[in-house]
């Protein structure tokens, strides 16, 4: 592992917008705005916010500063803004994944990146060029740890390779040279964190760990800014990210085709507000569901196979994950999700109001979980193998990838419709209007003018 740390500042430092294929700033807009939908969301919603925002209140950090917060009207400082973002935009589980990294990208870098062009009053192609930046910061790093080697030693990615991410992002902005990212990259390998323990309980530590990967790298980025000195390979020395955080590194990874494949154009959008690893599941459920006309009391049985990674976060143990009790343990609950499918003929955010439902759980009841050896050893991990059993007999499909992927991605109407959904509830009237005005970023010459900001 040599000039992994080096090769990564180089290119964020030298990446600009006017070299990137006009498709990629387009995804990465896009992806943005999916994440500012959950954001707005959960800043009303989620059931952690009320904790957040009384911790940073109770900490003094609560003071009015120049980063804004989507859905909360008012402005923070930007490590305050960035963390706040970025728990938020996690906290619906809604927002979009990396299939190869299995990790989800926006959450750190986006809120990271629009807090340091808020500090540097950046253009919206500067913003967006960050952000990428970003992504193929994280992403590649997700894709070097291994994930099913970094998910074994309990270790949340997002959160890791995120910091990371975060950091580029920022630091781009800020105009830090290639040596200034890499001493950035070098103090976030001692900030990048993040447990799977918070499934024991479902505990709201994920939610906090990917706002702090967010806050962290930020930090990260200004503190090379101010020509601090972080570790030198970070990434791939004797005590760096990928000796410490795996047992399976793919070093090569981090670097293959950077700046010609980019790993943005593989992140894919979520239609359900679950972990990942369901939604194959459930879109094969709801497919059937459709075709045959089922009803719930027509499902005998559900068997589901998953990759060993979506046992580990969904299906595990199985009659805990049947019964969950708070919105975190139903958004890692395989036999929740497959309930939901088949009980409503849908699943959305609403639908957690269902938790504890008698008849939801009667079906995830009947829901088996188990790892499926044909899905180990793909490119994806994503997809599922589902045997539904009825009174007409037993039903056998597979789905390669959940809907939202690069190949289903959505066009700008979805996009549009589910940020809409999101932010409507929140923002009322005000909803379009912030989806217009974050459309038009690429035009937007001071972000610190635009109106998006008071939102």
């Given at each position: 592992m040599t000039g992994i740390t080096n090769s990564l500042a180089r290119y964020v430092a030298?990446?600009?917008?006017?070299?990137?294929?006009?498709?990629?700033?387009?995804?990465?807009?896009?992806?943005?705005?999916?994440?500012?939908?959950?954001?707005?969301?959960?800043?009303?919603?989620?059931?952690?916010?009320?904790?957040?925002?009384?911790?940073?209140?109770?900490?003094?950090?609560?003071?009015?500063?120049?980063?804004?917060?989507?859905?909360?009207?008012?402005?923070?400082?930007?490590?305050?803004?960035?963390?706040?973002?970025?728990?938020?935009?996690?906290?619906?589980?809604?927002?979009?994944?990396?299939a190869d990294s299995s990790l989800h990208p926006s959450a750190p870098v986006v809120p990271a990146a629009f807090a340091a062009a808020e500090m540097v009053g950046a253009s919206g192609k500067e913003l967006l060029a960050a952000i990428v930046a970003g992504y193929e910061v994280c992403c590649r790093l997700g894709n070097a740890l291994d994930p099913t080697a970094h998910y074994a030693r309990g270790f949340h990615p997002t959160a890791t390779a995120g910091t990371f991410?975060?950091?580029?992002?920022?630091?781009?902005?800020?105009?830090?040279?290639?040596?200034?990212?890499?001493?950035?990259?070098?103090?976030?390998?001692?900030?990048?964190?993040?447990?799977?323990?918070?499934?024991?309980?479902?505990?709201?530590?994920?939610?906090?760990?990917?706002?702090?990967?967010?806050?962290?790298?930020?930090?990260?980025?200004?503190?090379?800014?101010?020509?601090?000195?972080?570790?030198?390979?970070?990434?791939?020395?004797?005590?760096?990210?990928?000796?410490?955080?795996?047992?399976?590194?793919?070093?090569?990874?981090?670097?293959?085709?950077?700046?010609q494949t980019y790993e943005t154009m593989k992140i894919g959008i979520k239609p359900y507000p679950a972990c990942r690893y369901t939604h194959a599941a459930v879109d094969g459920l709801l497919r059937l569901r459709r075709l045959h006309g089922w009803t719930a009391q027509d499902i005998q049985s559900v068997r589901v196979g998953l990759h060993q990674n979506g046992i580990v976060l969904t299906g595990a143990p199985l009659e805990e994950k049947r019964r969950p009790r708070s919105v975190v343990e139903g958004q890692f609950s395989m036999p929740f999700a497959a309930a939901i499918a088949l009980y409503k003929g849908s699943f959305g955010w609403d639908d957690y109001a269902l938790l504890g439902n008698p008849d939801v759980e009667a079906i995830a009841s009947r829901v088996v979980v188990e790892r499926d050896e044909r899905l180990e050893g793909l490119r994806h991990p994503f997809g599922a193998i589902i045997s539904v059993s009825t009174p007409s007999g037993v039903i056998e499909e597979r789905i390669a990838d959940p809907s939202g992927e690069p190949d289903t991605f959505p066009d700008r109407s979805a996009v549009e419709a589910k940020f809409m959904t999101l932010a409507t509830p929140v923002l009322?009237?005000?909803?379009?209007?912030?989806?217009?005005?974050?459309?038009?970023?690429?035009?937007?010459?001071?972000?610190?003018?635009?109106?998006?900001?008071?939102?």
């Open positions: 030298e990446l600009d917008y006017s070299d990137l294929p006009a498709e990629v700033p387009e995804r990465a807009s896009h992806l943005a705005i999916d994440l500012i939908g959950s954001i707005v969301r959960a800043s009303k919603e989620a059931d952690s916010t009320p904790s957040l925002l009384g911790m940073l209140k109770r900490l003094g950090m609560d003071g009015p500063g120049q980063s804004s917060v989507f859905g909360l009207g008012r402005r923070y400082s930007p490590a305050t803004a960035a963390l706040l973002n970025g728990a938020l935009g996690h906290s619906l589980d809604f927002d979009d994944t990396h991410g975060a950091a580029a992002a920022a630091g781009k902005l800020l105009g830090l040279d290639a040596a200034g990212l890499a001493s950035a990259f070098g103090v976030a390998a001692s900030q990048a964190a993040g447990s799977l323990q918070f499934l024991v309980n479902g505990a709201w530590n994920k939610r906090y760990q990917v706002g702090a990967a967010a806050m962290n790298g930020l930090i990260a980025a200004t503190l090379a800014k101010e020509e601090f000195i972080g570790a030198a390979d970070a990434i791939e020395g004797k005590h760096g990210f990928l000796v410490g955080y795996t047992d399976n590194a793919r070093p090569e990874l981090a670097t293959r085709e950077l700046g009322g009237n005000g909803a379009s209007s912030l989806f217009m005005q974050l459309e038009a970023l690429p035009s937007v010459a001071n972000i610190n003018d635009f109106s998006i900001l008071s939102v």
